[in-house]
């Protein structure tokens, strides 16, 4: 219970009538009876409103005498007011925006009552809500649980009790809510529970607490008594921070409720036992007569602004008076305009009570400084560290910065906020000094020019004239451009922005049509082409399109010659990509694909050099047989030839020519080459090559093995005659299970319905969309007699029977194993026929098949031939030694998978034995029993095959015999190959590279002996067809190594040449260019001396390589020499204030001199004893021609310089030159370096402690500036 007198108006207007004139009185205290204000550890109260402006003058006690029975008006106004903490929508980028303005108008638009909100200083938020009671109620319970958060309490009373807080029909708990703004939830009667929860504010919920104790109290079997006691005498009978009654409370064991401040009611509640409660009674009775007989009031005038300061946070500071004076303090409600004050207490307290509120009242202050608020991020420093000297000074003064205002607003205790605005005024006033800003217009379309690429020229001339730039962002689509700093610079940047803006008006700009495909290419690799381009045409900007944009538009912009000279660089570098981009599809056989390659990709390689193509084949795994030549269509063309050439020489290749009409092309391709595809698998996969589309010639290249080309022809020519004579087409569907049967094995039903009746018939591929569609191609008798047969064979495929037939069922797990894959094989094979088994453990022998006529018959045949297979199967044992085993598997047991399939038999292969070398070990004997006594008693035989040796073999005797040899075919064998042992290393290559390579490619394995033996010998294991090839290859890569070596001892002749150690950084020339290029020509390595190393003759340079290109590369190095020696330096006195401009940006425009006159020049460093002198190198003749250019230039630039600085003088205002004495820099008083040595002045020309404008101005938020 909060004992802080807070009255409401009606409240107030009564207490105050009951005064006499004589008792309101207005204090006037001495300073020096004001008690010190409080320290910033008591209570500091949140900072003030602005002070309303109260024009209404105070009334004569009189008026107040006679009690006047208000009239109430049908409209009602209440204020209420949320604090920062327990605002919903805080971070809300703008006020009066948002879901927070939404709710307004809901609650508005729900209740009829009209709101209105404001936001106070300290981020609280005041709603006045106005209409009639009802609307005000309703309203005020929406805006509590809408805008406040909500905090929730349980109240724990007798669950009898519960009924009475609901009342009749809910009316009672409606009621309740409505009146205290918050949500009661009582639990239901089967709920043992006696906690009524409520949620709302703390007020709400303090309010609604007292009235559920109340209703529970009245029920209570137990005394329940009221006590009317005034409401100002509350804080007396509570006592300083509720102490008085706490301790009545535990002394009497009696529930004392005190209506909180809020709540304007007078009675007290006592609840409790009959003696107990007749004593707590008695003695809040006593109080209440003892301080109504001793306790007089002053009345005082307060601003309302201080009154929060009186009240102090969470009413500490009223507590505290009543403390410390046993005085209360009653001050108006928040809504009320009054200013009055009312102290009641004893006469002789009053005075000192008086005082404190007074020193709490006055114990801070408002005022403002006039500053331009352009100057307030200067005043606020970077990161605010201008403003923090100021408040770690002054802790508990709070500045604030209004944006958009010409103000700075100070609040908190008057000593502090003096100082403080002293010092903000000092620096105001040293601002304006030495600050200024301009405002220009440059058409918002040139501001991304103005800016530069990354902020460089904006950033150029912020740096240059120690200004701050502020440019709008497109967005805005402003015009206004800022500039802001030294009144000097700010011209400077004003003149120089508006020549770059004039300059930009008088340029050109050109859009370039070029194919999105080509951009990447034209911008190059991390943008090295693009640069390029940049670098030959520095003044034009060209701009590539989003790729995302899909636009072939690139726009050029710059002045006119430079934009139509970079277009022609640009169409002409277009054309060639363009002309290189010729691409043609070669087929080649795959087979021949790894000899196209050639060993290590040579063959390729050699031809993608030689005809400047790019040829892509397709990956391994892929199906592709496709080779793709990227580039010029004659070298392409060449490039294709070389190719068809090699496949021609390997194989039986045979190349046809056949002349059919261009105008059937299209036609004997057939729908997505379906047609041609056709014939192409028929004729054992030959290639046909149609020419391209629009050339009108009529020749079709049919290319593959010779008999299979003239088949493929003869198919061609008789379809062409076809089409040519009367041609027909016809699609039928069918299920694409039946395609099988339709085709017939080997393509046998197929192939005799073509021959009956000559038409053709296409079968979808794979990889067709639609795979029920066959389609008929032929002369219309030929094609309807076809599709009569194929018709007929469907409908007989889809005439669905059931048959059975009898399998002995000691056969039945064969079909059913592995989960029914051999039945799986059946159903795809013929035509998706359903065969059904008897289930295990019932010795029935019927198995029942369902599907198409043909397709169950074919079903029964394949069946009936498993079982004979299986009746016919014998085992033969084949003995292959245990270490061959793995071999004979191949990788992933693909070769035993083959040689299953392949003869239709089952191979098991016996488990590994750990173990497998014999002992020799004597037996031991076990529990004294005599070696091999209980055992069975075997001699083994020692010639005959091991257990773990012998593979078995299931099938037909002829099959599992045929399937014995291919297993031994399979045991590998071991060659010998003789290699000198100082080659082994380069066999087996980086990190045995060059041996994987080599086994992979003969499939076998290749043992190199040890390091340690010293042996000559390899050991080459594997089938025996792969060992011939395997041992040639090895042979070959041995004479290729021995050449190698020759080779090696030629390339490290070494040849030493003599040079002056000056010359050396001239041969080797800018970035080692002359070098490299003598190393490339000459094909030579060139090591030249270490500077470091002492012990090394400094003129020596040492070439490596061929001795006829060592003897080349040293005449070239003589030649260099020889040219230097004849070269000549002169030093040529040049004004060091033109330098600059004969360097040119990053050095070009003397790049450029050096090159045409082919000299060396060399301008003094920094800090030279001479800084105009510069050195010139080169042959005399070009030595005197750059001086005389150079000369020139300086005459030229020295005139522009002279005028430049004539200028300047007159530029300078006068101010400048009258304040000739030295600046003392920014200077404020009591400032915290003046006492402490650690810290010092802050330095006006850094860039932190003064940071410059530039970004764009962020809303307000804090007084440090913007949220991050």
């Given at each position: 219970?909060?004992s802080v007198?807070?009255?409401?108006?009606?409240?107030?207007?009564?207490h105050r009538?009951g005064?006499v004139?004589?008792?309101?009185?207005?204090?006037?205290?001495n300073?020096?009876?004001e008690?010190?204000?409080?320290?910033?550890?008591?209570?500091?109260?949140?900072?003030?409103?602005?002070?309303?402006?109260?024009?209404s003058?105070?009334?004569?006690?009189?008026a107040?005498?006679?009690?006047?029975?208000?009239?109430?008006?049908?409209?009602?106004?209440?204020?209420f007011?949320?604090?920062?903490e327990?605002?919903?929508?805080?971070?809300?980028?703008?006020?009066?925006?948002?879901?927070?303005?939404?709710?307004?108008?809901?609650i508005?638009q729900?209740?009829?009552?009209?709101?209105?909100?404001?936001l106070?200083?300290?981020?609280?938020?005041?709603?006045?809500?106005?209409g009639?009671?009802?609307?005000?109620?309703?309203?005020?319970?929406?805006?509590?649980?809408?805008?406040?958060?909500?905090?929730?309490?349980?109240?724990?009373?007798?669950k009898?009790?519960?009924?009475f807080?609901?009342?009749?029909?809910?009316?009672?708990?409606?009621?309740?809510?409505?009146?205290?703004a918050?949500?009661?939830?009582?639990?239901?009667?089967?709920?043992?529970?006696?906690?009524i929860k409520?949620t709302?504010?703390?007020?709400?919920?303090?309010?609604?607490?007292?009235?559920?104790l109340l209703?529970?109290?009245?029920?209570?079997?137990?005394?329940?008594?009221?006590?009317?006691?005034e409401?100002?005498?509350?804080?007396?009978?509570?006592?300083?921070?509720?102490r008085?009654?706490?301790?009545?409370?535990?002394?009497?064991?009696?529930?004392?409720?005190?209506?909180?401040?809020?709540?304007?009611?007078?009675?007290i509640?006592f609840?409790?036992?009959?003696?107990?409660?007749?004593?707590?009674?008695?003695?809040?009775?006593?109080?209440?007569?003892?301080?109504?007989?001793?306790?007089?009031?002053i009345?005082?005038?307060?601003?309302k602004?201080?009154?929060?300061?009186?009240?102090?946070?969470?009413?500490?500071?009223?507590?505290?008076?009543?403390?410390r004076?046993?005085?209360s303090v009653?001050?108006?409600?928040?809504?009320?305009?009054?200013?009055?004050?009312?102290?009641?207490?004893?006469?002789?307290?009053?005075?000192?009570a008086l005082?404190?509120?007074?020193?709490?009242?006055?114990?801070?202050?408002?005022?403002?400084?006039s500053?331009?608020?352009?100057l307030h991020?200067?005043?606020?420093?970077?990161?605010?560290?201008?403003?923090?000297?100021?408040?770690?000074?002054?802790?508990?003064?709070?500045?604030?910065?209004?944006?958009?205002?010409?103000?700075?607003?100070?609040?908190g205790?008057?000593?502090?906020v003096n100082?403080?605005?002293?010092?903000?005024?000092?620096?105001?006033?040293?601002?304006?000094?030495?600050?200024d800003?301009?405002?220009i217009n440059?058409?918002?379309?040139?501001?991304?020019?103005l800016?530069?690429?990354?902020?460089?020229?904006?950033?150029r001339?912020?740096?240059?004239y120690?200004?701050?730039?502020?440019?709008?962002?497109?967005?805005?689509?402003?015009?206004?451009?800022?500039?802001?700093g030294?009144?000097q610079?700010?011209?400077q940047a004003k003149?120089e922005?508006?020549?770059?803006?004039?300059?930009m008006?008088?340029e050109?700009?050109k859009?370039?049509i070029?194919?999105?495909?080509?951009?990447r290419?034209?911008i190059?690799?991390?943008?090295?082409?693009?640069?390029?381009?940049?670098d030959?045409?520095?003044?034009?900007?060209?701009?590539f399109?989003?790729?995302?944009?899909?636009?072939d538009?690139?726009?050029?912009r710059?002045?006119?010659?430079?934009?139509e000279?970079?277009?022609?660089?640009?169409?002409?570098?277009?054309?060639?990509?363009?002309?290189?981009?010729?691409?043609?599809?070669?087929?080649?056989?795959?087979?021949?694909h790894?000899n196209i390659?050639?060993?290590g990709?040579?063959?390729?390689?050699?031809?993608?050099e030689?005809?400047?193509?790019?040829?892509?084949?397709?990956?391994e795994n892929?199906?592709?047989?496709?080779?793709?030549?990227?580039?010029?269509r004659?070298?392409c063309?060449?490039a294709?030839?070389r190719?068809?050439?090699?496949?021609?020489?390997?194989?039986?290749?045979a190349?046809?020519?056949?002349?059919?009409?261009a105008?059937?092309h299209?036609?004997?391709i057939?729908t997505?080459?379906?047609?041609?595809?056709?014939?192409?698998?028929?004729?054992?996969?030959?290639?046909?090559?149609?020419?391209?589309?629009?050339?009108?010639s009529?020749?079709?290249?049919?290319?593959?093995?010779s008999?299979?080309?003239?088949?493929?022809?003869?198919?061609?020519?008789?379809?062409?005659?076809?089409k040519?004579?009367?041609?027909?087409?016809?699609?039928?569907?069918?299920?694409?299970?039946?395609?099988?049967?339709?085709?017939?094995?080997?393509?046998?039903?197929?192939r005799?319905?073509?021959?009956?009746?000559?038409?053709?018939?296409?079968?979808?591929?794979?990889?067709?969309?639609?795979?029920?569609?066959?389609?008929?191609?032929?002369?219309?008798?030929?094609?309807?007699?076809?599709?009569?047969?194929?018709e007929?064979?469907?409908?007989?495929?889809?005439?669905?029977?059931?048959?059975?037939?009898?399998v002995?069922?000691?056969h039945?797990?064969?079909?059913?194993i592995r989960?029914?894959?051999?039945?799986?094989?059946i159903?795809?094979?013929?035509?998706?026929?359903m065969?059904s088994?008897?289930?295990?453990?019932?010795?029935?022998?019927?198995v029942t098949?369902?599907g198409?006529?043909?397709?169950?018959?074919?079903a029964?045949k394949?069946?009936?031939?498993?079982?004979?297979?299986?009746e016919?199967?014998?085992?033969?044992?084949?003995?292959?030694?245990?270490?061959?085993?793995?071999?004979?598997?191949?990788p992933?047991?693909s070769?035993i998978?083959?040689?299953?399939?392949?003869y239709?038999?089952?191979?098991?292969?016996?488990?590994r034995?750990e173990?497998?070398?014999?002992?020799?070990?004597?037996?031991i004997?076990?529990?004294g029993?005599?070696?091999?006594?209980?055992?069975e008693?075997?001699?083994?035989?020692?010639?005959?095959p091991?257990?773990?040796?012998?593979i078995?073999?299931?099938?037909?005797?002829?099959k599992?015999?045929a399937a014995?040899?291919?297993?031994?075919?399979?045991?590998?064998v071991?060659?010998?190959?003789?290699?000198?042992?100082?080659?082994?290393?380069?066999?087996?290559?980086?990190?045995?590279?060059?041996?994987?390579?080599?086994m992979?490619?003969?499939?076998?394995?290749?043992?190199?002996?040890?390091?340690e033996?010293?042996?000559?010998?390899i050991a080459?294991?594997?089938?025996?067809a792969?060992?011939?090839?395997?041992?040639?290859?090895?042979?070959?890569?041995?004479?290729?190594?021995?050449?190698?070596q020759?080779?090696?001892a030629?390339?490290?002749f070494?040849?030493?040449?003599?040079?002056?150690?000056?010359?050396?950084?001239k041969?080797?020339?800018?970035?080692?260019?002359?070098?490299?290029?003598?190393?490339?020509?000459?094909?030579?390595?060139?090591?030249?001396?270490?500077?470091?190393?002492?012990?090394?003759?400094?003129?020596?340079?040492?070439?490596?390589?061929?001795?006829?290109?060592?003897?080349a590369?040293r005449?070239?190095?003589?030649?260099?020499?020889g040219e230097?020696?004849?070269?000549?330096?002169?030093?040529?006195?040049?004004?060091?204030?033109?330098?600059?401009?004969?360097?040119?940006?990053?050095?070009?425009?003397?790049?450029?001199?050096?090159?045409?006159?082919?000299?060396?020049?060399?301008?003094?460093?920094?800090?030279?004893?001479?800084?105009n002198?510069?050195?010139?190198?080169g042959?005399?003749e070009?030595?005197?021609?750059?001086?005389?250019?150079i000369?020139?230039?300086?005459?030229?630039?020295?005139?522009?310089?002279?005028?430049?600085?004539?200028?300047?003088?007159?530029?300078?205002?006068?101010?400048h030159?009258?304040?000739?004495?030295?600046?003392?820099?920014?200077?404020?008083r009591?400032?915290?370096?003046?006492?402490?040595?650690?810290?010092?002045?802050?330095d006006?020309s850094?860039?932190?402690?003064?940071?410059?404008?530039g970004?764009?101005?962020?809303?307000?938020?804090?007084?440090?500036?913007?949220k991050r």
């Amino acid at each position: 219970m909060s004992s802080v007198a807070v009255l409401t108006q009606e409240s107030f207007a009564e207490h105050r009538s009951g005064l006499v004139p004589q008792q309101i009185k207005v204090a006037t205290l001495n300073s020096e009876e004001e008690s010190d204000p409080p320290t910033y550890k008591d209570a500091f109260p949140p900072l003030p409103e602005k002070a309303a402006c109260l024009e209404s003058a105070q009334e004569p006690a009189g008026a107040w005498s006679n009690k006047i029975r208000p009239i109430k008006a049908s409209v009602i106004t209440q204020v209420f007011h949320v604090p920062l903490e327990e605002r919903k929508y805080k971070d809300m980028n703008q006020f009066g925006e948002g879901e927070q303005a939404k709710i307004c108008l809901e609650i508005m638009q729900r209740t009829g009552a009209h709101l209105e909100l404001s936001l106070a200083k300290d981020q609280g938020l005041s709603i006045m809500v106005s209409g009639k009671l009802d609307a005000v109620m309703k309203a005020r319970k929406d805006i509590v649980a809408r805008l406040q958060t909500q905090a929730s309490a349980t109240v724990p009373i007798p669950k009898e009790h519960h009924r009475f807080v609901i009342g009749k029909n809910g009316e009672k708990l409606q009621d309740l809510e409505l009146k205290t703004a918050t949500k009661i939830q009582i639990p239901r009667p089967d709920d043992p529970s006696n906690q009524i929860k409520i949620t709302g504010t703390k007020e709400g919920i303090e309010k609604a607490r007292h009235e559920v104790l109340l209703i529970s109290a009245e029920q209570d079997k137990r005394a329940v008594e009221r006590l009317e006691v005034e409401k100002a005498f509350h804080p007396f009978i509570a006592g300083p921070y509720n102490r008085l009654v706490g301790e009545i409370m535990q002394e009497t064991g009696t529930r004392i409720n005190i209506p909180p401040p809020s709540v304007n009611r007078t009675e007290i509640v006592f609840t409790g036992e009959k003696e107990q409660l007749a004593q707590a009674v008695a003695r809040i009775k006593k109080i209440y007569e003892e301080k109504k007989k001793k306790t007089t009031t002053i009345a005082v005038e307060v601003k309302k602004s201080q009154h929060k300061y009186v009240i102090g946070p969470k009413g500490n500071s009223l507590q505290e008076i009543l403390e410390r004076t046993g005085v209360s303090v009653e001050i108006p409600p928040s809504d009320s305009i009054s200013e009055t004050v009312i102290l009641r207490g004893e006469p002789e307290k009053l005075g000192q009570a008086l005082t404190e509120v007074y020193a709490k009242a006055n114990s801070f202050t408002v005022s403002s400084v006039s500053a331009p608020s352009w100057l307030h991020r200067f005043i606020i420093g970077k990161k605010g560290q201008n403003l923090a000297k100021i408040t770690q000074q002054m802790p508990k003064v709070h500045i604030e910065f209004t944006e958009g205002e010409d103000k700075i607003t100070l609040e908190g205790p008057t000593e502090d906020v003096n100082v403080a605005q002293e010092q903000i005024e000092g620096m105001v006033k040293d601002l304006i000094n030495r600050m200024d800003y301009v405002e220009i217009n440059i058409d918002h379309k040139f501001h991304r020019h103005l800016i530069g690429k990354s902020g460089a020229n904006i950033n150029r001339i912020k740096d240059q004239y120690k200004v701050s730039v502020r440019i709008p962002p497109d967005s805005e689509k402003s015009n206004l451009i800022r500039i802001e700093g030294d009144p000097q610079g700010v011209q400077q940047a004003k003149r120089e922005l508006l020549e770059l803006a004039s300059r930009m008006e008088n340029e050109r700009t050109k859009d370039l049509i070029i194919e999105q495909r080509f951009h990447r290419t034209i911008i190059g690799q991390k943008g090295e082409r693009i640069r390029e381009i940049r670098d030959k045409f520095p003044e034009v900007i060209i701009n590539f399109p989003d790729p995302a944009q899909k636009s072939d538009i690139v726009q050029l912009r710059g002045p006119k010659n430079e934009v139509e000279k970079c277009t022609k660089y640009m169409q002409k570098m277009v054309a060639d990509l363009v002309e290189n981009s010729y691409s043609i599809s070669v087929p080649i056989f795959k087979q021949f694909h790894k000899n196209i390659i050639g060993k290590g990709g040579a063959n390729i390689k050699k031809i993608r050099e030689e005809s400047n193509t790019k040829i892509d084949l397709p990956a391994e795994n892929s199906n592709s047989e496709t080779i793709v030549i990227t580039g010029k269509r004659a070298n392409c063309e060449a490039a294709r030839s070389r190719i068809l050439s090699i496949q021609k020489d390997l194989a039986n290749i045979a190349e046809v020519e056949v002349s059919i009409p261009a105008k059937l092309h299209n036609s004997l391709i057939g729908t997505k080459g379906r047609l041609i595809r056709s014939i192409m698998e028929e004729c054992g996969g030959v290639h046909i090559h149609f020419p391209v589309e629009g050339s009108g010639s009529d020749t079709v290249v049919i290319r593959g093995p010779s008999s299979d080309v003239e088949k493929a022809k003869k198919q061609l020519l008789h379809l062409a005659e076809e089409k040519q004579t009367k041609s027909f087409t016809v699609d039928i569907r069918a299920k694409p299970e039946y395609h099988k049967f339709l085709i017939g094995k080997g393509g046998g039903k197929i192939r005799k319905v073509r021959d009956s009746t000559g038409a053709r018939i296409i079968f979808p591929a794979a990889e067709d969309k639609d795979q029920d569609l066959i389609t008929i191609i032929g002369k219309e008798d030929a094609v309807r007699e076809a599709q009569k047969e194929l018709e007929a064979l469907i409908q007989n495929l889809d005439n669905v029977v059931e048959d059975y037939m009898l399998v002995d069922p000691k056969h039945h797990r064969h079909f059913v194993i592995r989960r029914g894959q051999v039945l799986r094989e059946i159903a795809e094979e013929y035509g998706g026929v359903m065969v059904s088994f008897p289930r295990s453990g019932t010795q029935s022998d019927k198995v029942t098949l369902k599907g198409a006529k043909d397709c169950v018959e074919a079903a029964k045949k394949r069946i009936q031939e498993i079982i004979e297979d299986l009746e016919a199967q014998v085992t033969v044992e084949c003995a292959i030694p245990q270490k061959f085993h793995r071999s004979v598997m191949g990788p992933k047991g693909s070769r035993i998978q083959q040689i299953t399939r392949d003869y239709n038999v089952q191979i098991k292969f016996p488990d590994r034995e750990e173990n497998p070398v014999h002992s020799v070990e004597p037996s031991i004997q076990e529990n004294g029993d005599e070696a091999g006594e209980g055992r069975e008693a075997k001699e083994t035989d020692p010639g005959s095959p091991r257990r773990c040796d012998i593979i078995i073999i299931s099938g037909r005797k002829e099959k599992c015999e045929a399937a014995k040899e291919a297993l031994e075919a399979l045991v590998p064998v071991t060659i010998e190959v003789e290699v000198p042992f100082d080659l082994h290393r380069y066999i087996i290559g980086q990190k045995g590279s060059g041996i994987r390579k080599m086994m992979d490619e003969f499939e076998v394995n290749i043992h190199v002996p040890a390091p340690e033996l010293q042996s000559d010998t390899i050991a080459i294991t594997g089938l025996a067809a792969n060992l011939d090839r395997a041992k040639a290859g090895l042979l070959d890569r041995v004479k290729e190594l021995q050449a190698e070596q020759e080779d090696r001892a030629l390339r490290s002749f070494k040849l030493n040449v003599t040079v002056d150690p000056k010359y050396h950084p001239k041969i080797i020339g800018r970035k080692g260019a002359v070098i490299t290029q003598i190393r490339l020509e000459h094909d030579v390595n060139i090591q030249f001396p270490d500077k470091d190393d002492g012990t090394q003759p400094q003129d020596q340079i040492t070439i490596t390589g061929y001795e006829k290109n060592t003897e080349a590369a040293r005449d070239a190095i003589l030649k260099i020499v020889g040219e230097l020696e004849q070269m000549v330096s002169e030093d040529v006195p040049l004004d060091h204030r033109v330098h600059a401009r004969i360097i040119g940006a990053r050095g070009k425009a003397i790049r450029k001199i050096m090159d045409e006159f082919k000299v060396d020049i060399r301008f003094p460093q920094s800090g030279a004893p001479d800084p105009n002198c510069v050195t010139v190198t080169g042959l005399p003749e070009n030595v005197e021609e750059a001086i005389d250019h150079i000369l020139n230039l300086e005459e030229e630039y020295l005139a522009d310089v002279v005028d430049s600085e004539a200028l300047q003088v007159y530029m300078k205002p006068p101010a400048h030159e009258e304040s000739k004495a030295p600046s003392k820099g920014f200077v404020v008083r009591d400032a915290p370096w003046t006492s402490s040595s650690s810290e010092k002045a802050p330095d006006m020309s850094s860039s932190e402690e003064f940071p410059s404008f530039g970004a764009q101005v962020a809303p307000k938020t804090l007084p440090w500036g913007p949220k991050r």
